[in-house]
């Protein structure tokens, strides 16, 4: 299993010889791959997984779930497919790791596992890379303390962090102060061990992949409006389960990712004489705000084949290059495409008129500070851009900033800032503007996404690994 930091990798992009065409499927789901390893590793049996995510973050979660005492492994079957097998811990219970557990890149992975930890009886070291070391942790450590668990974390609660989890967890009833599906999941994760009802208060509802895993792992989750008799009811939510719970061991199939699909989709909006089929994409309403977003902007997109597999809606993704015009993005949709607005600001650079995206304030703790990275992307590339407290604001040039018609857009150079979303955006824009684009580095791609490069070209992309 791989998971060493990779070494700084340039790219110089030039647009895109011609249209991107083709048929293709991006990598598993990362959000429901982080989950299926720790729920699996927690359950009683065996699990196996399919359409695992394998990278970098996800990887680093298989590491510290082996350190935790679970049994994972990788086989391919009969028919060359990759399954993922984990034999749970089960009711005897984590094991103390020997060793610092290194969360890598991933947020989700710091975040979910220290709530997991909270309330096992366990003592734990837990690091990053320098980014994720830069994260605020405090988000999830205030519940998780309430709910009994002691924590040690650098000035400003960042990591390293100990864990002194606690064999006798409180059940807590816990509103979100921000929109996080990190902190709903690490309170429930804890929950699952105290004796009683948690409750997790959302005001506005983040993606709901915790809530479907566990009771596809067998333990009912209850989800509720919020204040029924508030005039916004339908929109928050009380989520609650009973501990202690166990969980039983059930195969998962992870379908692709939204978030990975956003980038060759915005690709082939922009790269004039684009035609493509993206497969199997993952359609939970809780991720789809880009897809939403990119209609209301005229896109040629068209989602066919909508079924069920593993539980999840999926669907294929038909899309065609076409002019977009503006969009004003309403800030509740935020948390339906929060991974997605680096690549949308892309696709309004290249839009008729001037975009608003509204409440991103949650993007300045990201993998990077992704709203000044995103303004800085644009900037460099000669696109007119401004923040507004939190909203993000792009004046578009329309057609003109296509390689095609005189080349407006491009030309810069751009940091990433050890931050994939970053990376493939810029490589986005690289392809569909008209002067090349620099990349200072392109290795963290490999966190969420490590076939990108390779996938893009399949496409027609054309470029150019030095
Ligand atoms: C994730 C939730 C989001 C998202 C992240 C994955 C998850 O973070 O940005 O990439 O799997 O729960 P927040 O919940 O902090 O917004």
Redesign the pocket.
């Known amino acids: 299993m791989k998971t060493s930091s990779p070494a700084a990798r340039p790219l110089h992009v030039v647009a895109a010889p011609a249209g991107l065409k083709g048929r293709v499927r991006v990598p598993g789901d ?2 429901i791959s ?2 299926a390893l720790m729920f699996a590793a927690l359950a009683e049996g065996r699990t196996q997984i399919t359409g695992l995510l394998e990278g970098e973050d996800v990887l680093r979660t298989a590491q510290a779930m082996q350190a935790l005492g679970a049994e994972i492994s990788r086989n391919v079957d009969g028919a060359g497919k990759v399954v993922w097998s984990v034999t749970g811990c089960g009711p005897q219970g984590l094991q103390e790791p020997a060793r610092v557990l290194d969360m890598g890149n991933s ?2 992975g710091a ?2 596992l220290s709530g997991l930890l909270a309330t096992r009886p366990i003592n734990t070291l837990m690091t990053g890379d320098d980014s994720l070391c830069a994260r605020p942790m405090q ?1 999830v450590t205030v519940p998780l303390s309430d709910m009994g668990a002691r924590f040690v974390t650098r000035s400003g609660g960042r990591l390293p962090m100990a864990v002194e989890g606690t064999g006798n967890g409180k059940a807590i009833t816990y509103r979100l102060p ?8 690490a309170v429930l994760l804890a929950g699952l061990n105290c004796a009683g009802e948690t409750v997790v208060e959302e005001p506005v509802p ?2 709901d ?2 809530e479907n895993m566990l009771r596809h792992f067998g333990v009912p989750v209850r989800v509720e409006p919020l204040e029924p008799s508030a005039p916004q009811a339908d929109t928050g939510k009380r989520i609650s389960l009973s501990g202690p719970a166990r969980l039983t061991a059930r195969d998962v199939t992870v379908p692709g990712d939204p ?1 990975s699909a956003a980038f060759p989709l915005v690709a082939a909006l922009l790269v004039p004489g684009s035609d493509l089929v993206i497969e199997t994409v993952g359609l939970n309403p809780l991720r789809t705000g880009l897809l939403t977003t990119l209609a209301e902007m005229g896109a040629a997109l068209e989602i066919r084949n909508i079924r069920t597999e593993g539980g999840e809606q999926v669907g294929d993704l038909h899309v065609r290059a076409g002019p977009l015009k503006a969009v004003d993005v309403p800030a509740a949709r935020a ?1 339906a495409m ?2 997605e607005y680096p690549v949308l600001a892309v696709a309004c650079a290249f839009a008729a008129g001037t975009s608003r995206l509204r409440g991103l304030g ?1 993007l300045r ?2 993998e990077s500070d992704r709203l000044a990275s995103t303004v800085a992307l644009l900037q460099a590339n000669g696109v007119e851009v401004e923040t507004e407290g939190d909203d993000l604001v792009i004046h578009g040039v329309g057609a003109r900033g296509s390689a095609t018609t005189g080349a407006a857009i491009g030309g810069g150079q751009v940091r990433t800032r050890m931050d994939h979303r970053l990376a493939m955006s810029a490589i986005v824009l690289g392809l569909a503007g008209g002067k090349p684009v620099a990349i200072d580095d392109t290795s963290f791609i490999e966190t969420s996404f490590p076939a990108f490069i390779s996938l893009m070209n399949e496409l027609g992309a054309g470029l150019q690994v030095p």
């Open positions: 990362k959000s982080h989950r947020g989700t975040r979910l988000r921000v929109a996080s599906a990190q902190v709903k999941s983040t993606r992949h915790t978030s948390p929060i991974d949650e703790v990201k």
